[in-house]
């Protein structure tokens, strides 16, 4: 499975364009157009996105109302495929992966060791939707609905999260600066909400972004699968 539960609203902070920055599309997006014709544009909009940096609010439930917030700032990089990622739940320690494509390192803030897992980026799909990967995403999401006003177009989506499960999906994507506003995604048994504060499209990122630097005392433990080992 993707990831474990989802939802999305409004911007809470800035949205910034860095490097080449997010093209216009081919079309401009209006009323009257199908919902297939306003994911062609979008994805037309953030085709070029190679460096995403991101913070966001990311807001999950379970299938018994269990209700999680995070925190998180995410660097992601499409060639080759690489991410760091820090979160932060409102209960309990921040944790931080590393991703090189190869492998994968998870390390929770004050444990005495960290994990090196078998690289495995999609279990931590559900706090990057809106890095690197969102474009995939639509692309293989059906677009079954669309609310067109003057600078937000609201695309909801059927979207696969396992062989098996599908969940319905709602992206918020503004039309003044071309950039997702939010995301929210619900199945039976839970949802995820992910709504950014502030999104950087292809900045200048250095190569030691994707290297973990170990704590002073803090030994790795490795691990044969994506599974890990226990983080104490």
């Known amino acids: 499975m993707r990831y474990g539960a989802l939802g999305a609203a409004a911007l809470a902070g800035s949205?910034?364009?860095?490097?080449?920055?997010?093209?216009?599309?081919s079309h401009p997006i209006s009323h009257g157009m199908t919902p297939a014709q306003v994911?062609?544009?979008?994805?037309?909009?953030?085709?070029?996105?190679?460096?995403?940096?991101?913070?966001?609010?990311e807001v999950t439930t379970g299938a018994h109302g269990a209700r999680h917030v995070y925190h998180l700032t995410l660097v992601s990089e499409s060639k080759p495929p690489?991410?760091?990622?820090?979160?932060?739940?409102?209960?309990?320690?921040?944790?931080?992966?590393?991703?090189?494509?190869?492998?994968?390192?998870?390390y929770r803030v004050g444990a005495q060791h960290y994990a090196v897992l078998t690289a495995d980026a999609g279990q931590w799909q559900q706090f990057r939707t809106l890095g690197t990967d969102l474009a995939a995403t639509i692309q293989q999401s059906k677009a079954v609905g669309v609310s067109?006003?003057?600078?937000?177009?609201?695309?909801?989506?059927?979207t696969p999260v396992s062989p098996k499960v599908s969940a319905k999906s709602t992206l918020w994507f503004s039309l003044t600066t071309?950039?997702?506003t939010g995301w929210q995604e619900t199945w039976k048994g839970g949802s995820i909400?992910?709504?950014?504060?502030?999104?950087?499209?292809?900045?200048?990122?250095?190569?030691?972004?994707?290297?973990?630097?170990?704590p002073s005392g803090v030994t790795p433990q490795?691990?044969?699968?994506?599974?890990g080992t226990a983080l104490d």
């Open 222 to 227: 490795v691990a044969l699968t994506a599974q």
């Open 193 to 214: 909400k992910e709504t950014p504060t502030q999104i950087h499209v292809n900045p200048s990122v250095a190569s030691s972004t994707f290297v973990f630097r170990p």
């Open 15 to 25: 949205i910034v364009l860095a490097g080449c920055g997010a093209p216009h599309g």
């Open 178 to 180: 071309n950039m997702p």
């Open 82 to 106: 690489s991410f760091r990622l820090s979160v932060t739940p409102r209960q309990g320690k921040s944790f931080l992966v590393v991703d090189n494509g190869l492998s994968t390192v998870a």
């Open 39 to 57: 994911k062609k544009e979008v994805l037309a909009r953030i085709k070029g996105w190679h460096v995403v940096s991101e913070a966001a609010k």
């Open 148 to 158: 067109v006003k003057s600078k937000e177009v609201v695309l909801h989506m059927i």
